[in-house]
């Protein structure tokens, strides 16, 4: 049985996400304005572990 993984990003997007999350923008107000989920990042971020986890919203 093959299994769907869902959207793919490029790797230039993703970063622009992590980017935008840096500079201090909620986790939430970022995933609402690209239309992705506040998980989608959660797990490029698990991935990279670029960006500190002390941003709650």
């Known amino acids: 049985m093959i299994t769907r993984r ?5 790797p230039e997007f993703r970063r ?6 840096k500079a ?3 986790v ?5 304005d ?3 989920s506040d ?3 959660y797990s490029w971020r ?3 572990g670029s960006i500190p986890a002390s ?3």
Do not use: H, W
């Open 55 to 57: 941003n709650p919203t």
């Open 24 to 26: 201090g923008r909620s």
């Open 46 to 48: 698990k991935r990279t």
């Open 6 to 10: 869902g959207r793919s990003y490029p």
């Open 16 to 21: 622009k996400v992590l980017d935008l999350i």
């Open 34 to 36: 690209l239309q992705i």
């Open 28 to 32: 939430k107000q970022v995933a609402a």
């Open 39 to 41: 998980q989608t990042f």
